[in-house]
């Protein structure tokens, strides 16, 4: 593209996006470059090498395959030691009241320092960093120059985080998220953190003010947004992160049946991307591949059909009309021309059956083939006595197809019901008989509608046999049948109960109906937080009460069904601090335990380093001021031991360190 078209589409889409002041977002997959997101509008990330004379490698990353938390292998992009990624921020996109987010897992720490996020273009040396303590292995969040925030160590090196930085303009406290959980509220009244127009934004790219503050990481996902993001979206940001880090859903469509059986037939085409539907500026194209569109515009839903079967290349195509960046998706709608054929060899006297062979004609194979649209078999032939049938072809897809076909009667009489057959306890099922008979008898009478009737309906209460008995003129043959019956199922389950967070839990349940039969299936419902559904004793990991139903199925489609809520409490817990002040400024002062679900406190002592208890209480509420005898407090390290018990009886015992610091 000519310099003078790019600077021209640039401006305008600069332009749109400052005359609308609407919410912006850039998002980056990083998948094999720095390209935002189609069809989102925005600039491209770049590589950006450190400031200051650090020794930097000639190549500043590599796209690198890597496995992902959920499962997922792809590439992610990794970045060098003294290198990072530079967002342009052209349209000031991040400014006062912004998110970013950051999929990434740190590879290399670096030495003291490795700078997250900065916001000065060197100018200055405020960031947000990842910072080493008292030489540990894993790291901490230091906001610069103010020091660190948050539980501290807490990073390693092995594990992907979703960093979400948001800070709300209108406060100026900017929320770090670890994942989903809260990590630190950062009062940013003095706007170090934020970042203006035309300044980039530099992610694990060093300044010149403090150089070779630098570390390796892998990156999966970025974003940056103009907007503050509450809570309920970053717990939906990470729990869908695998998914946004990896697909781009902004073209998904569904198509529905596929594969669509016969033609022409309509199939409907509806838009399942995650553009809102009040989201504008885009067009949707839609390339129908010689379909009929019946109805439908822009997104859908769309009534299509096809005059030819086959499969047929739909293709949804979305463009952003303010920069032209655009997406496609292609998926194929399978439209299926299933037919049969079917030749007969006719009864004899010496022959009482006739012999009806299928055929297939186009569908999928495998094929099976039925004369009752009940049973079906791999064999295309079946052996019949003469009658009138209607034939059953079924492919891969589960199209079907039917046609009739007469045999000839021999002169004999004949009688043929169905086969020996099961059904559940309370169900009724049709008898239908084949006969050149002119009169019907069954026996016994009781379970039958009508037992003068040639097609009686059966509905016995326990497993029964059949005789019917088939006269014309002089002649009486008979045919027997057996209808099994499966009695009620008993379905015993776990009963309710309560469990802790994200602890296995393992759900049972069983049938004595069913005891030792083959073929016996499990489903659990919903299926969330389950292990595997489908057997009898799957394992239930919850964040939050469930309430389950399990179907017990018998091998001949008979159900019995059962309940159990899984009730989530929540873990009791004893926070003790790592340090107090009581150096009279009026902060941290005094020294407070932080508790959850404790019920009693049994003891809370405090020792000198000559292990003189200096402070002891059983009232979770009382604290210690840092006096002992009335002295003023002394600086230094103390030892604690306490004990609580939860109200569920469990007794929590703790000991540790605090530091005194005047």
Known sequence: MKPGILQFLLASWLSVCFANGQPEKNS?????????????CG????????????????????FVEDVLPCGAQRKVYHTNRNWGLSYPNITGTISENYTIQLYLK??????????????????SDDGIYFKNRNASADRCIDFYPQGIAGPCPFFNNSTYYLLTFTRNGRTGIMDV??????????????????GKAGTPIYIFRDDAAVSCESGEANFAYLSFSNAFTSPKDVENDFNNICYNANINSSAEFLIDPNPSCGYPKNITID?????????????????????????????????????????????????NTVCGNKINNTKKAVISSLDLTASVKDATCTDSLATITLTAVEGAAPFQYSIDSVNYQSNAQFRVKP?????????????????????APVESIFVQTIGDTTICKGQQIPLPTKSNAVSFSWLPVN????????????????????????????????????????????????????????IPFQLSASSPTLAGQPGVSYSWLPPSGLNNPKISNPLATLLSSQTYNVTVTSAEGCVGSAQVTLNVVPPAWIYVPTAFTPDGDGKNEVLYLNTKAITNLSYFKIYNRWGQVVFFTNQPDIGWDGRYKGAEPV??????????????????????NIMLIR
């Open 271 to 319: 838009y399942t991307g995650s553009l809102p539907a009040s989201s504008t500026g885009y067009s949707f194209e839609w390339d129908w591949n010689g379909g009929t569109v019946v109805s439908g515009t822009g997104r859908g839903p769309y009534v299509v059909n096809w005059n030819t079967p086959g499969e047929k290349n739909v293709t949804l195509t979305i463009t």
């Open 177 to 194: 998220y670890v994942n989903n959980s809260l990590f630190v509220s950062y009062n940013d009244s003095g706007k170090r953190y934020t």
């Open 28 to 40: 980056y997959r990083l998948h094999e470059d720095f390209k935002i997101s189609a069809p989102e």
């Open 106 to 123: 740190v590879t290399d720490w670096g030495t003291t320092w490795a700078r997250i996020i900065d916001f000065s273009n060197g100018q």
């Open 635 to 656: 600086s230094g390290t103390y030892t604690y031991q306490l004990e609580g018990i939860t109200d569920r009886g469990v007794k929590i015992k703790k000991e540790g």
């Open 447 to 502: 379970g039958l509608d009508n037992a003068a009737l040639q097609n009686p309906t059966a509905s016995p209460e326990s497993t029964a046999q059949f005789i019917v008995e088939a006269k014309k003129d002089d002649c009486v043959t008979t045919d027997t049948v057996t209808i099994f019956v499966v009695p009620d199922i008993e379905v015993n389950v776990t009963p309710d109960t309560d469990i802790e967070p994200e």
């Open 387 to 407: 009658a009138s049938y209607r034939i059953y072809i079924k492919d891969a897809n589960n199209c079907s197809s039917v046609k009739e076909v007469k045999i």
């Open 43 to 62: 600039p491209n990330l770049s590589a950006a090498k450190a400031l200051g004379t650090c020794s930097a490698s000639t190549n500043a990353g590599d």
